[in-house]
């Protein structure tokens, strides 16, 4: 694997009902080019919540998120032209 840093997720949160439920809570990682990345846990632990904010189908309440070195959680930039370099598989039952 390379060095190459593709995705960097900083101290992202996403809380709901004002503070109250605090779904992510000062996630960082780097996710560097050619690596495949897994999220698993129970229920309700923000898995999905984490997946979505990447690509901003959920607005984070704080953090930020950098895409090929472009900050993505920058209101000014046109996030559905990042959108189409991004990959993402959801999976419902």
Sequence with gaps: MTNDKIIQVKDLKKYYKKGVIKALDGVSVDINRGD???????????????LRSLNLLEEPTAGSIIFEGVDITNKKIDINKHRQKMGMVFQHF
Aim: proline share 7%.
């Design 36 to 50: 495949v990345m897994v999220v698993i846990g129970p229920s309700g632990s923000g898995k999905s919540t984490l």
